[in-house]
Structures are given as C-alpha cells and as structure tokens.
C-alpha cells in the first residue's frame, strides 16, 4: 500500500500515528529499551513498556520525550523511524508527508529539532502543528469560526489550554504537568502515608482504575501491591478513589489556575462565547473521573469531556492530512 500521508501524535506518554483511510493504526506508548554496553535499541513501544521497573542493570527503559519536547534526539529518531515503517510498510519506496503535534510553548529550536528528526527517520516532509489547534479540530470545535472556544488537552508530559478563533490561538497556557506527575503524585503519597514503594506502573494502574479529581461519598477501593519501606519486605494495601483526589489536589490546582490566566488574557467577547459554550476536555488525562466537575467548580464554567479525548490530536492531523494543501497556507508551520 502506498501510504503518502500520516499523522503522528507524538506524545510523552503515547504515540498515536493516523493514516487516511485506514484510521489510528498504531498507538503504543514513547518508550524504548536500550542495551547499555552498545547503546543499541532493544525494544520500542509496548514491548519496552513491559520491561519498565523490571530489566537488569544493562537495559534501560527510556523515555526520550520529556514533557512534550524531545530529551534524546537520537532515540526520538529510532522511534520515529520504527513508526513510520509500521505505518508504511519496510518495502515502501514512497516516502510520506509527515503532520507530527507538538506542545503549543514549543521554541523554535524544539521544533527544528522534531522536523529534522522526522526527516532523518524517513519523511519526505515534515509539518508541524500546535497540539491546541489538532485537538480542537479532532474534537470537531469549528475553529475558523469568528466564535471563540476554549480547549484542554491533558496529556502525559502537558496540559495546554487554550482559545482557540479564526483558525488561530488566540491566547494560551503550557504546563508541564499532565499524567506524569499525576502518576509521581500517586507514589510519593503512598510512600509518605503509608512507608510503601510502589512502581511507576503500579501508580499509572491506579489512577485509571481510581484516579479521580474530587472527592466523593461513593469510594472506589483497589489493592496493590509494593515494597514496604520499613521491612523492605513485599506488603498488600487496598487504598480509595478519596485518597487518590487528595494526592492528585495540587496538581489540580495547578492546571486550574493556568486555565485562569487563559481567561485573563483573552478579550472579553471570547470569555462570553466559552460561557456560552463551555470548556471542552481532551488528551488521556480527560478521562480522569469527575474532572469535568472539578473544572466547573473551580472555573464556573460548564466542561465537557471531548469524544475518544485520547484520539483527539491524532484526529485532528488525520484531518489536516485530508485537506493538506487548504491548511499548508494556514495552519501549518505557523509560529
């Protein structure tokens, strides 16, 4: 099949590439194993993810994205290399055109760095989009509309809010909190309460077992499974959804008040237009329970979770993709 066009949502958590007419055709997590001794790549994706907390000292599990932007130049271009084949097959003579999103505060010397990675990993061309803009689009907000609306996407490395109008952002927030340090914040709560070590693994299935943004009468309850850190002896302990609010609380805020100073720098008939509207929610971290309900009693504002918030940013570059020489004037490349 002569694959052209793809679209890659490349994130720190997850890489979704999407593909005109075959829909999300890989979604595996930015991890990749790699053999200390030779520095060679052992692993990439859901093979490396099984390795995390448990590979000898000459494996090590690597993350090369940290927080939306590229950490390890070499290893992004491996991993991108090894989408791009998945997604083309290893016989293809044609190289693609390549959308790839990228967090909404990326410099410009990170931007370079994804196209000239993306180049050195096999695509002809790389164009790069703001993840604000392809999560409103995959969303399905108008956003050439004059109206104004207002998107968060929650993600694994970063939150980014922002209002987005006439085909433009209009004003935004990035916050490097997402995800990541929810799952960080589920570990150091249970460690400090309860002298247990857990994994980041363990941390990640209890936020999306549990994980909830408020606290609520109804508790969901869930037993792990850590090194008590007293005995250094394995040890069983069942915590709630109520204690994973409280461990969670002050990222919340975070975020919150980076959505407040959106609002603060938007001109007041966008403000009347989200009002009118409310917030939409997408990335992995909007499926966080009672998310939406935190937002609007924080905020006032009434917030909903986007259909499939995980597919959002990767449905928006399908969608660039499809209309690629209307948005290459427009949104493409756009500082």
Known sequence: MFTRKI???????????????????????????????????????????????????????????REGVIADYYIT???????????CG??????????????????????RAVVNAAKE?????AHIVREPILAALGA?????????????NVGGGTTEAAVVALGGIVSWASLRVAGNKFDQAIMDYIKKKYGLSIGEQTAETVKIEIGSALQTRQKLEFQIKGRNLASGLPKNLTINSNEVA?????????????IQSVFNE???????????????????????????????????????????PLFCVAKGAGLILTHLDTYKRTLLNKR
């Open 246 to 258: 409280e461990a969670l609380n002050p990222y919340l805020l975070d975020i919150a008040s980076a």
């Open 7 to 65: 679209g890659i949502d490349l994130g720190t958590t997850n890489t979704i590439v999407f593909v005109p007419g075959r829909g999300f055709i890989i979604n595996e997590p930015t991890i990749v194993a790699l053999s200390v001794p030779d520095n060679t790549v052992l692993a990439i994706g859901k093979e490396a993810k099984e390795m995390v907390g448990r590979t000898p000292a000459d494996i090590i599990p690597y993350k090369p994205l």
């Open 77 to 87: 271009k491996a991993m991108l290399k090894y989408f791009i084949n998945k997604a």
């Open 90 to 111: 290893s016989f293809n003579v044609f190289k693609p055109d390549v959308v790839i999103s990228v967090p909404a505060g990326v410099t410009q010397t990170e931007r």
């Open 266 to 308: 938007t001109p007041p008939e966008l403000v009347a237009d989200i009002m009118g509207k409310g917030i939409i929610v997408s990335g992995g971290g909007a499926q966080l329970r009672h998310l939406p309900d935190f937002f609007k009693r924080m905020l006032g504002v009434n917030t909903y979770v986007a259909e499939e």
């Open 121 to 125: 990993a096999g695509a002809r061309e």
């Open 140 to 152: 399905g907000i108008p956003i050439n509309s004059s109206s104004g609306n207002m998107i968060i």
